[in-house]
């Protein structure tokens, strides 16, 4: 009998280093965290989480580990496995790769987070089934991966799939990428927060009961007001569900997808913002058949960056 394969799975955030064991079918033997101190350089963030995180899921291993797949958060070369920039990590060109291969000695493959994302959910989630689908990841930021036939579409440079950085509003707010208007701008977590902290600014409505200061608003706040009924809260999810149908109706139009999968924090609040998502793209993509693209919450969770990192690793296998 051939010897079965396992692989392991990493996730670096900005809070917590990950991973997991699988073995081909994607059942977890084992998994692992560790926080991570981003005032630590790039050096010590190795030693003291993503290291030990991987060391301790290789240990736990039911058998001999033939890859390592790891997503973290921004622009990385996934043929070197250099991270060129990564804002939220705040490192410079981090040969992530090399740096895994010289401590593991087993091939290791990174890649950008939401990428591997969209590779967990094509192996292991709600993308098994279809040919053409597209990640959505809204949490601080709003990230975008695209399966087109079958095939991970990365671009010229590996910069496919920002999909938070469509323009939506030509003159809407500042976005960390220097641009104005773009989608993370309005409907990630911190913007939808910030809507609704100038709506009240404005006067449209009175503080949610339970929040005791402007400043404590989250989207996670905003979502239990609404739950609750608070007429403003509801107000910004149905103009988040807005902003978003226009975006995904643009998708839409591009690519002819069979599904779209919304995930991260975000996607939490879904139930509040999907009426008007739908709404908007009803009226707005009109080449293809209304309510063709099926568009749910992702399938992975919690889990779809590690998922996802055994999906790169399993699929660099299956390659060789
Ligand atoms: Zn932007």
């Not at 895994?100 to 959910?121: Q, R, S, W, Y």
């Amino acid at each position: 009998m051939a010897e079965k394969t396992f692989v392991i799975g990493a996730d670096l955030g900005g809070t917590h280093a990950a991973a997991v064991v699988v073995d081909r079918e994607g059942n977890i033997y084992y998994q692992y965290e560790l926080p991570v101190d981003l005032s630590h350089c790039a050096d010590e963030v190795f030693e003291k989480s993503i290291f030990p995180v991987i060391e301790k899921v290789i240990k736990n291993s039911p058998g001999r580990v033939s890859s390592i797949g790891m997503g973290l958060p921004g622009r990385i070369d996934s043929r070197t496995g250099i991270c060129h920039f990564s804002p939220n990590l705040q490192w410079h060109n981090v040969p992530v790769g090399p740096k895994l291969e010289e401590k593991f000695n087993i091939p290791c493959h990174v890649m950008n987070d939401v990428t591997v994302a969209t590779l967990g959910e094509q192996m292991f989630g709600l993308g098994k089934d279809v040919d053409n689908f597209i990640l959505m990841a809204i949490g601080t930021g709003i990230g975008g991966g695209i399966v087109n036939e079958g095939r991970l579409v990365l671009g010229a440079i590996e910069s496919a799939g920002e999909i938070g950085h469509m323009t939506i509003v030509p003159d809407g707010y500042l976005c960390n990428c220097g641009n104005r208007g773009c989608l993370e701008a309005l409907c990630s977590g911190p913007n939808i927060a910030r809507r609704y902290r100038e709506a009240l600014e404005r006067g449209e409505g009175e503080l949610a009961p339970g929040l005791d200061g402007i400043e404590e608003v989250t989207a996670g706040t905003i979502q239990r007001a609404a739950a609750a009924g608070d007429p403003l809260a509801i107000k910004i999810w149905e103009e988040t569900g807005r902003y978003l149908g226009i975006g995904i109706a643009n998708l839409i139009t591009v690519l002819n997808p069979d599904r779209i999968l919304i995930g991260g924090r975000v996607a939490n609040a879904l139930d509040l913002f999907l009426p008007a998502l739908l709404n908007e793209v009803r009226f707005r993509a009109r080449m293809v058949p209304p309510d063709f693209t099926e568009i749910k919450h992702a399938g992975l969770a919690e889990n779809a960056g590690v998922m996802g990192g055994a999906a790169l690793a399993l699929s660099w296998i299956e390659k060789h």
